[in-house]
């Protein structure tokens, strides 16, 4: 703890879902913390309890643009993107950008300052995988100029950058895969799945079903993806680790279920299945297991109560 204390992490989309909440962990291990973000999905509210904390430091800025850092930095935490499939699909380029070149300048800090990288990989490396479940060695099956690719291959880049780094310059680098996460601060309009489906139960709107719903994910809670993240930062792991639930199950059991615990008679409608959409998807996590000695705890229905209340909260004001 008498180290940590002292650390100076920065994190770079840490308005984000995701990295706020890894702004909050550090913050509370009493690390100090610099959250560089464009506000474009991230936003303001997520950092609304800590923003004014003496540790905290928030930066407007595009990591896409290279900017010095001022200060020692002892870890930068990759987290700036665009993770939503409607997000990625409106703004290609940017994805495309901030994977590959915003990659680069957040590489580029880290050597600068001499601290260690952690890239925000994806499960989206593996595809509409052929293997399942998707184990770390599993090379994935993506269609590299369908719409969905300018997500999954500059996240791709981005480790054949961050592998580079780690093997020319030596960088202490980690690659963390992320499998479906949610919680807390997802947005409502933010269009994946389980923010759409509680937001149209919470409204008693129709839930939207893609294709036939047979499609399968797997449904990790924020709180359970933070302490992996935290554990692979720390470990001695420099290739990629999935961080995930192996929970899994349908798109359409995930409708009813949402249903249930919110109490809403919402009616199921069908709408076209988004091209390239995986067919299924479940982490094989025996790799985290071993090396980082992490595993999910959180039931989906606890962390869908969580979830829900939010969701209440926020669109009951
Ligand atoms: N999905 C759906 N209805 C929605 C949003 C998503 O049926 O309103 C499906 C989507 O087609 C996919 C799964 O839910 O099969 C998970 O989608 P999400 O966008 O959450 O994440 P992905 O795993 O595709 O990145």
Known sequence: MGKKIKQRILITGGAGFIGSHLCEAFLA????????????????????????????????????????????????LHFASLASPPDYLKHSLRTLRVGSTGTENALEVAREKKARFLLASTSEV?????????????????????????????????????????????LNTKIIRIFNTYGE????????????????????????????????????????????ILRALDSDLHTPVNLGNPNEMSVLNLAKVILKATGSKSPLIYKPLPVDDPKQRKPDISLAREALGWQPNIPLEQGLEKTIAYFRTLLCR
């Open 29 to 76: 291990q009493g690390a100090s913390v610099v959250c560089v973000d464009n506000l474009i999905t991230g936003a303001r509210t997520n950092i609304g309890s800590f923003l004014k904390e003496k540790k905290f430091v928030f930066l407007k800025q595009d990591i896409c643009v290279p900017k010095k850092i001022a200060g020692p930095v002892d870890a930068v």
């Open 126 to 170: 593996y595809g509409d995988p052929l293997v399942h479940p998707q184990k770390e060695s599993y090379f994935g099956h993506v269609n590299p100029i369908g719409p969905r690719s300018v997500y999954d291959e500059s996240k791709r880049y981005a480790e054949a950058l961050t592998m580079a780094y780690h093997r020319f310059y030596g």
């Open 185 to 228: 601060r997802m947005r409502p309009e933010d269009g994946r799945v389980i923010p759409n489906f509680i937001s149209q139960s919470l409204r008693q709107k129709p839930l939207t079903v893609y294709g036939d719903g047979s499609q399968t994910r797997s449904y990790c809670y924020i709180d359970d993806l933070i302490a992996g």
